[in-house]
């Protein structure tokens, strides 16, 4: 077996690099319209696109993995990933590039697949500073990508984006299969595939209205009928799921009383670090004649990318801290983290320095609280199921992310001033922004104050060796 060392660094490389998806176009995603000669409502898919596929796919892939080994579910989904960037770089049009987004989202599962490895080959001593890492990768990839796009971008024409990401995904995935051991657990039983139709019409119908609404309005037919229906799905797959004897998640493990508040605090965790990702960004580049700072992308993604760093440095320490005062209290100090940071923001936001200083506080905060989910979670399912587990997790923040893109981008869009006949967000919007995020972590705080020490489960179904 390859050492233990390489397995952690290439499956942290792969979450990087699924990661980095989420700020790829980031750059040019106020010229697509004119780049992709379209409409903003149809180029928004450009982004939605990839946020329905990483959902729907994180806790398929993850019960997949389950069942016919996790490396052979990570080369498949980094083969996605290539392929979708091939696409996309090759395209001219809008279809092409939201093709290819779609599959490029579906590279997401790398990471909670992972850290399921993880925990079926490394020793014991090392399992929690890996995870650590690993789950980290989901803020860190994309704060260090971002600088890079805009570089991108800059320099070159858009396509080449899609290029670098096809050729990142190439390598991963040779890395991956020279490097990481072929899953030795498996979980048998029949894949739930009626499960996971259902699970995915569920969720796209929630997160279109969560996503869309502010561009279709709230209260509009398009909204209401794709969350109401959504939830109504989603609501009849759990009934069936509790029902079957192979289904595709399990829902009385997920009910565990840790499981389900450690979920829970995934979505406001998500949405106080997408909130810092939708807010900063914005206050660093709006021009000075509207209150911010006028700094160009590549600066302003500098002055954002220490949070991504902070997360990187943390990890190690993260898992040694977990093992000696448990994953609850790490979780309870990265939200105390974050209701400090935007504390902080609130009264100090008016130099750039200042905003550097907040981002230092988020990659704390995150840092600590994206460590302690996946052990809170693998410490209270068998470990047949941490694949999927960790996928509903990860489908938990996404959930969180969604939302603060959709609250936050509405509050910047209402409180709005015109400056040489462009809309802008105003003091009052980032102000409110902040206070949507402080609200956000305090709750997460109030969440992981209930979860119980828990002890992992012996486990509960058979497990076939390759």
Not at 82 to 98: C, F, K
Not at 115 to 127: A, F, G, K, N, W
Not at 155 to 173: E, N, Y
Request: glycine share 10%.
């Amino acid at each position: 077996m390859p050492r233990q060392g390489a397995i952690v660094t290439v499956l942290a490389i792969a979450g990087l690099a699924s990661s980095f998806m989420f700020t790829l176009v980031v750059p040019i995603q106020s010229k697509l319209p004119e780049l992709l000669n379209a409409s903003r409502d149809d180029t928004a898919w450009v982004v939605t696109s990839t946020l329905l596929a990483a959902a729907v796919m994180t806790p398929i892939a993850g019960r997949l993995g389950d069942m016919y080994g996790k490396r052979r579910i990570v080369l498949v989904l980094l083969a996605l990933l290539v392929a979708g960037s091939v696409i996309a770089a090759a395209s001219t049009g809008i279809v092409g590039v939201i093709v290819g987004r779609t599959l490029q989202g579906a590279v997401t599962g790398v990471i909670p697949l992972g850290i399921s490895i993880l925990r079926d080959v490394l020793h014991e001593d090392r399992v929690d500073s890996a995870i650590a890492l690993i789950s980290a990768t989901l803020g860190v990839g994309g704060a260090l990508g971002l600088p890079i796009s805009a570089l991108i971008t800059e320099r070159s024409d858009w396509h080449v984006l899609f290029w670098v990401s096809a050729g990142l995904g190439a390598v991963v995935f040779a890395l991956v299969l020279w490097i990481v051991p072929v899953s030795a657990l498996r979980t048998g039983g029949r894949f739930d595939y009626l499960g996971a139709l259902g699970l995915a019409v569920g969720l796209i119908g929630v997160l279109l209205a969560v996503s869309r609404g502010n561009e279709w309005g709230w209260a509009s037919p398009a909204t209401l009928a794709c969350g109401l229906g959504g939830i109504v799905v989603l609501l009849l797959w759990g009934w069936y799921e509790l029902r079957i004897a192979d289904p595709l998640l399990d829902l009385r493990v997920a009910a565990r009383r840790p499981v389900l508040l450690t979920n829970l605090a995934s979505i406001v965790f998500g949405f106080s670090l997408f909130a810092s990702n939708v807010i900063y960004p914005q206050m660093l580049e709006l021009p000075t004649a509207a209150g911010g700072f006028g700094l160009p992308l590549v600066a302003a993604s500098l002055v954002v990318m220490p949070a991504g760093l902070v997360m990187m440095v943390l990890s190690p320490f993260s898992g040694r801290l977990a093992r000696t005062v448990g994953p609850k209290l790490l979780l309870v100090v990265g939200a105390i983290a974050l209701v400090l940071t935007y504390g902080f923001t609130l009264l100090f936001s008016s130099e750039v320095w200042q905003i550097l200083v907040a981002n230092i506080g988020i990659g704390l905060g995150i840092g600590f609280g994206y460590a302690a989910m996946p052990m809170l979670i693998m410490r209270s399912v068998p470990q047949s199921e941490t694949g999927a587990s960790n996928g509903l997790n990860a489908l938990f923040r996404s959930l969180g992310t969604s939302t603060a893109a959709a609250v936050v981008g509405a509050v910047l869009a209402t409180f709005a001033v015109e400056i040489d006949g462009v809309p802008v967000p105003d003091p009052a919007a980032f102000h409110i922004s902040f206070l949507l995020g402080g609200a956000a972590a305090l709750i997460a705080l109030l969440v992981a104050l209930f979860i119980p020490r828990h002890r992992a489960p012996e486990e509960r179904h058979p497990s076939l060796r390759e």
